[in-house]
């Protein structure tokens, strides 16, 4: 991730510039952008990564879409989104729909700190989500985000250098791989989806499509890995599909 965030951000950053897009030049403008990388990357990511090695992925998915259920309360609290019966419906039907296409899914080892951290780390990215819309930062989307992921790297240098072996990271064609497909598809295309969702809509909505995550996970790993789906897999994304359906309409 500290690589990944590093070359993401800075490149991202460039590309900005080379827009003809402003950075920020005061020290006062960057601390909501480096607040906003620290929960949306740092914290949320970091620790997402740390608990998953001690979690099934069932159990990490399930944990993951308490995100929109958690968002929807909190924006109802403090941004004034209405919470109305279709939202509330919507929510509880997909979040319903993932707890049961993930269920045979869950396995037996999943420690109890492991499944907190989830949850921590879902609490930091609904905060840095609530701070991004109550602060309505005035940069270009692509500085935001590139200003987010280079704060993000730079904090990761820490532990990075505590705790990581730099000796066992190898540069091959399949890191490379990788690395590429998630600076391009996630931290740049995914999450520049995500802002812009949030710049245009309540935050609520925009979180709903994080139900769709797992699902597209099943029919992935279906996909191109050859695991088996089977009729629970597809009712319970269709019913996950309604309730993000409903959200939209409410």
Request: aromatic share 12%; hydrophobic share 60%; with cysteine.
């Amino acid at each position: 991730m500290f690589f990944r965030f590093i070359v993401a951000g800075s490149a991202l950053l460039l590309i900005a510039r080379w827009r003809g897009a402003a950075l920020p030049a005061r020290l006062a403008d960057w601390w909501p952008i480096a607040l906003l990388g620290a929960l949306n990357y740092t914290l949320y990511l970091g620790l997402t990564a740390v608990a998953l090695r001690h979690l099934s992925a069932g159990m990490g998915a399930v944990l993951a879409s308490t995100n929109p259920l958690m968002l929807a309360v909190c924006a109802a609290w403090l941004l004034d989104e209405r919470l109305t019966v279709p939202k509330v419906v919507g929510l509880l039907a997909s979040f319903a729909g993932v707890a049961w296409v993930m269920w045979s899914r869950i396995g037996p080892d999943n420690e109890p700190g492991a499944m907190g951290l989830i949850v921590v780390s879902i609490a930091c990215l609904v905060a840095g989500t609530l701070l991004f819309k109550r602060a309505q930062p005035r940069f270009d989307l692509l500085v935001l985000n590139g200003g987010q992921l280079l704060v993000a790297g730079l904090l990761l240098a820490v532990p990075v250098l505590v705790w990581e072996d730099l000796h066992a990271v190898r540069f091959t064609s399949s890191f490379l791989a990788a690395q590429a497909y998630l600076i391009v598809g996630v931290s740049w295309v995914g999450m520049l989806i995500w802002f812009w969702l949030l710049t245009h809509g309540d935050a609520t909505r925009a979180s709903a499509y994080f139900f769709l995550n797992p699902v597209l996970g099943i029919f992935l790993g279906a996909l191109l890995l050859g695991e088996p789906l089977h009729a629970r897999d597809f009712l319970g994304s269709a019913v996950v599909a309604v309730g993000i359906w409903l959200v939209q309409r409410g």
